[in-house]
């Protein structure tokens, strides 16, 4: 039987139900599970096997083959795994489940020092051999730009359009709080240069898997914003989701974080304000809510990248 997310779901599930039939008519759907809570894709589980994406807009439809050719590299360079897609004729792609739970910031906490240490091992590794990846490797697979990827004109647009769209909804506390945000950037026009490499883009915890048995990572799912950019974005996801401790962890295996931290969290603390901005432009609700739950664990700029509480997470 079909499980689904929610009622007006109920003609899209059953669409996408009969694209999976058509392209893989050898396989039995027993058990299909569906979820249209992301924001750019379908998601259906088929038999606790298969998962199939489904884009809800043309640009993500056009975004796959990038996304293809970045875990075709990743695949050569990662010590975790990643999804090995099949590309379909009508627009989507499959690929075989990659067994684990999202490793949520509470999950991390509840582990003990040791599994701490070798998530972040982990981790570490992942992303250092990602951020090794450079740009000829890149163009002999055709990969193009991350869409995170900001030049600093850029940031002074952002600054401008924050100051223009969002300042009129926000307390005078708030607006010196942006204001400090973007000292560095605004006195220092190299403040946020860097080696470009390929990042990952989107290395939220619910894309980040773990075996709660073990308290192994078991791979890192969805690459849809990968591509070229700032090492240090990725960087200012894991402070987001974790913390800044935790990302003191991975120094330890990659010490290059530290180079790039004070980027790192300028990136995190400008994250939430350009999805603020998408939300007064589209006047979805939903938009605001997406960094509820964020660690909010982030130094002051030019601070060393330290340890929190006793040594541990907890």
Known sequence: MYKRATTKAKRIERE?????????????????????????????????MWIFRFPKYDWVQEDIQQEAACLSLVRTVSNLPVPEWE????????????EGAPLSRNDLLDM???????????????????HAVEMPAMEKH????????????????????IRQELFPYLTSYMQDQIEHTFHPVLGDNTFMDCKESMVNGDLRAYHILYNP??????????????????PAYDISTIINQYGEGFAALLSRHYPGINDMID????????????????GIR???????????????????????????GSGDLR
């Open 16 to 48: 996408h139900i009969n694209q999976i039939r058509r392209a893989k008519p050898e396989l039995d759907i027993a058990h299909a599970e569906f979820n249209d809570d992301g924001m750019f894709n379908d998601i259906v589980i088929v038999n606790n």
């Open 87 to 98: 590309i379909h004729e009508e627009g989507f792609i499959s690929y075989r489940i990659i």
């Open 112 to 130: 003990s020092r040791e599994d701490q240490a070798q998530a972040a091992e982990d981790l570490a590794l992942f992303l250092s051999s990602l």
């Open 142 to 161: 055709r990969i193009g730009p991350s869409i995170t990827r900001h030049s600093y004109s850029d940031w002074l647009s952002l600054y401008d359009e």
């Open 213 to 230: 048995k073990s308290n192994r990572l078991s791979g890192i799912i969805d690459f849809g914003s990968a591509g070229f950019g700032d």
């Open 263 to 278: 980027r790192a969290r300028f990136w995190a603390l400008t994250t939430e304000l350009q999805w603020a901005l998408g």
């Open 282 to 308: 589209t006047q979805d609700t939903s938009w605001f809510l997406v960094h509820l739950g964020s660690a909010r664990d982030i130094s002051p700029f030019g601070s060393p990248l330290l340890l929190t």
